[in-house]
């Protein structure tokens, strides 16, 4: 009870860090020093839930889909507070990427609670590597579609509340430096994937469909890298490139997993 107790302030911490980093667009005002403490103090608290379930269960947050999204929450979080912390231009876009997690957070409270079994193919240090590098690459697809979602949004004649960001071609590169650095943690990702799943079952890759979902993503990142840099494309269509990424990302993640029977198809 405790952890949850823990875990529900740290949603409530969030939500209140989104709604002042909202209402701070919609009023041009600059709590910035607030959302980042905020954005800081959830993080602790989500980070200290998570730890009593670990210590209580003797497994991380990735067996039962509530933990991998509560996991995914934690580290797509964190991910976006360095960046607010490191991008003061960019700050911003917090009130485009906070409600991304707000749905999110509502759709893990939302799940079973109730422990999984741990898969014996879990029991490998590629398992640690594999999730960290999947986490950095949707943490840095997530920066960049809130700088997309702005550039969008102007296109759309809605970002005028957006005045204090750079202009959208600004934004663009930005964007995509950050989908640069989501390509090399994405392509870490499937190396150590398959590594893994070669110690746990004897075969580097199956096509199943996680898998398969895996590389389609890998393949739409790609794509999108290659067509920004050598297509010379506008700022709206890089930026609807890299929803389609953050998409097809999504999907692999929390869609594969939702519909079949466990949380990683294959893992038992």
Request: proline share 5%.
């Amino acid at each position: 009870m405790d952890e949850l107790k823990l875990l529900w302030i740290a949603l409530v911490v969030y939500v209140i860090t989104g709604c002042i980093a909202i209402f701070a667009v919609a009023l041009d005002k600059r709590p910035e020093r607030t959302v980042l403490g905020l954005l800081a103090t959830a993080l602790m608290l989500h980070t200290l839930a998570i730890g009593l379930r670990w210590e209580r269960l003797g497994h991380g947050p990735y067996v039962t889909m509530f933990e991998i999204l509560s996991s995914n929450i934690w580290s797509l979080s964190l991910v976006f507070a360095i960046a607010y912390w490191r991008m003061p231009k960019v700050r911003p876009i917090a009130a485009v990427v906070m409600p991304i997690l707000f749905m999110m957070m509502g759709w893990m409270m939302l799940m079973d609670k109730t422990p999984g079994p741990l898969p014996a193919t879990y029991h490998t240090i590629w398992l640690f590597i594999h999730i960290g590098f999947s986490k950095v690459f949707l943490g840095a697809v997530l920066v960049a579609v809130g700088m997309a979602t702005v550039i969008l949004l102007r296109e759309a004649g809605s970002g005028q509340r957006f005045v204090r960001l750079p202009e959208s071609s600004r934004l663009d590169e930005l964007a995509y430096r950050w989908m640069a650095l989501g390509l090399v943690f994405n392509s870490l990702m499937l190396i150590s994937g398959a590594i893994w799943a070669q110690d746990a079952w004897g075969r580097y890759w199956a096509w199943d469909p996680l898998e398969t979902w895996a590389f389609i993503t890998w393949l739409s990142l790609a794509i999108a890298m290659h067509a920004r840099f050598t297509l010379k494309l506008k700022p709206r269509t890089g930026a609807l490139m890299i929803l389609i990424v953050f998409v097809s990302a999504f999907f692999t993640f929390f869609g594969i997993p939702f519909v079949n029977d466990v949380p990683h198809k294959g893992a038992v």
